[in-house]
């Protein structure tokens, strides 16, 4: 990695933390801490976390306020600013932005929207990648000067957290993003193909900034169906990793312990030690609290259940947990007594127990024995209407 403009010295990164009620404000002044002159007549691309369905204050997706600062600061620095997603599968990035209030606050600003997946992809080569060869990035990336990854602090049920390094994930064309899920487990190693292949991402896709949103972040079942966590914190820095690093450390996490963000500071991509890294103000750390961990196994908390998930991508994951938590109680009618309903997701399954209620596309070749549920992510009022279906037919199976 060269030494980025916001990060002269890359052997001592400095990252800044602001604390507040409003995420506007601070913001505004972390973003002072920096001398954003470099932007001055060049093009910036905001990209969000603005990946899902979900309204402002939900800890799903970036707080609107936080972007409309980065708008403002980077136009007051005299930049062109655009704000560019392609959110998960089965997401239309215009209707994520509405709901998200992104768009709100991207039209009052009169500032351009991106749907990043409309354009053909560029296929980037990854020259030194474990897991990857290349990848299929959105155009758009490539028209500006400089991108700001500005994800919201949120806990990941595959990779542990989210932040601005895995934010770029949502760079990756389409449906491209979920084939970083389906690779095969590399022999030699604990470490997940998923983590590697982020930590091989970040030698190619790594943004120029930083500016993490913990206004209100994800705790739990991230990272779509988790539970909002008010920390009232905004990060920024000009290393992505050492400011994750920190932003880890607000959650009450340890960098070092995040496999991709391990993996990518051992490819020379930035610095995790904390030791290493300038952070302001002197007292920071007391702004940390503990962000709750995804329950490492759903059938603890959904007993009548198993899952068995075999490589799937984050969006039929969420999908089965909002699944869970609104039809949950509801599944005693359909499970005989005594027994576990099995669910399968993914699509690394062979044999699968029969009755197994297969969900999404990636099952498709186990549904003779099973009950499919079509989809890619399939719908989770379908999932419940045709367990219905199954049981008013007698349960054939
Ligand atoms: S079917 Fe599910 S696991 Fe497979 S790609 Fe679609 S959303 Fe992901």
Known sequence: MKNGPFNPNREKPVVHVVRGADAYA??????????????????VLLKPNVGRMAPAGSGVN????????????FREAGAEVAVGESPIT???????????????????RNCPLID??????????????????????????????????????????????TLSVKNM???????????LHMLPQLEGTADKSLDIAIGDMATVLLPHFALIDG?????????????PKELNVVVAGGDPFAADAVACKLMGRNAEEIPHLRIGAENGCGIIDLN?????????????????ASPKNLTIEFPDIEVLDKNSCSACQSTLLLFLQRFG??????????????????KGHENLPAGTLCIGQCTVKQKEGGIFVPGCPPVGSQIFKTLQQHAEQGNPD
């Open 26 to 43: 601070n913001t505004i002044a972390v973003l002072k801490q920096f001398d954003l002159s470099p932007v001055s007549g060049k093009r």
């Open 62 to 73: 970036t707080n609107p306020q936080v972007v409309a600062a980065a708008i403002d600061a």
């Open 215 to 227: 206004s209100i972040g994800l705790e739990g079942l991230g990272p779509g169906a988790g539970t």
């Open 329 to 346: 109680e509801s599944l005693a009618d359909y499970i005989p007594k005594g027994e576990r309903l099995k669910v399968a997701i993914g």
């Open 169 to 179: 994930k949502g760079c990756l064309w389409r449906r491209s993003k979920v084939d």
């Open 90 to 108: 089965g997401v239309k990035t215009m209707e994520a932005f509405e709901l998200s209030g992104v768009a709100n606050v991207a039209n009052e």
């Open 116 to 161: 990043m997946d409309e354009r053909s992809p560029v296929i980037t080569e990854v020259p030194n990648g474990r897991v990857i060869n290349s990848l299929k990035v959105c155009a758009d990336v490539f028209d500006f000067d400089f991108v700001v990854s500005i994800p919201v602090m949120k806990i990941h049920m595959h990779t542990g957290v």
């Open 276 to 292: 290493r890294i300038t952070v302001s103000p002197d007292n920071w750390a007391e702004f940390s609290s503990e962000f709750k």
